[in-house]
């Protein structure tokens, strides 16, 4: 089955500075891969994903990059801000027999940005 | 805006006590899923459903099972809990577009 592994565990970064974070995956054949971010004591929330047709997306300060050859993406955060602080999970999935995406996550970058 | 309820955000249970967790989502989506979120493993995926009555296993079904009466409702169920099933537990629906709906979670501890 799909394994997806995630790094860094932990990153600090200045507000301002900018953040990658980056995930593998070993299944040729999923094709989505979203990011969520999960706040202090909140549910995750999708915040940006990208389909295997496509290399790069961008969502203002965000951006997600899909290399399907070396079967790796990565997200990309500009300018960070006190409020980018959460837990953020990658993920990866293809369509089962059943049509829907079964996700398989990361196991989370903790992204810590001081002011 | 989809809305997704658990019936607990915090239950304290007793080892050997069955127990119950509900998810109730609100915009008629067919499938749903039971995760566990433990520090440094992530989300894990327990058990989906994508109809009522269908269920699979998703990745570690292991102690747990699950029930789908209705559409709009998806249930984990502990038959005998134990210390190990101490953790995090979230239901999420899945819209037309990929996007999965997470309820706010129920921390469940057993002592």
């Known amino acids: 089955g799909e394994n997806v592994e995630q790094h860094p565990s932990t990153l600090s970064v200045q507000e301002g500075d900018s953040a990658v974070i980056k995930c593998t995956y070993s299944?040729?054949?999923?094709?989505?891969f979203p990011w969520y971010k999960q706040e202090l004591g909140k549910r995750p929330q999708l915040i940006i994903d990208?389909?295997?047709?496509?290399g790069e997306k961008k969502d203002q300060r965000i951006a997600v990059t899909l290399n399907k050859t070396a079967k790796h993406f990565s997200l990309h955060i500009t300018e960070t801000q006190p409020e980018d602080s959460a837990v953020y999970f990658c993920a990866a999935s293809r369509a089962m027999n059943t049509g829907f995406q079964k996700l398989v996550f990361g196991t989370g970058t903790r992204l810590l940005v001081s002011p | 805006d989809v809305k997704v309820t658990q019936s607990s955000r915090y239950l304290v249970k007793r080892t050997g006590e069955k127990v119950f967790l509900e998810c109730v989502q609100d915009?008629?989506?067919?499938?749903m899923f039971w995760y566990r979120q433990d520090p440094g493993l992530g989300l894990r995926l327990i058990y989906f459903?994508?109809?009522?009555?269908?269920?699979e296993k998703g990745d570690i079904p292991e102690g747990y099972s699950v029930s789908r009466e209705k559409k709009e409702r998806f249930s984990l169920i502990l038959e005998s809990a134990s210390t190990n099933q101490t953790s995090m537990y979230l239901c999420?629906?899945?819209?037309?577009?990929?996007?999965?709906?997470f309820g706010p979670g129920t921390r469940l501890t057993v002592t």
């Open positions: 915009m008629d989506h067919e499938n």
């Open positions: 459903s994508y109809d009522v009555k269908m269920k």
């Open positions: 999420a629906s899945l819209g037309s577009s990929y996007e999965q709906y």
């Open positions: 299944d040729s054949a999923s094709n989505y």
């Open positions: 990208i389909r295997s047709n496509v």
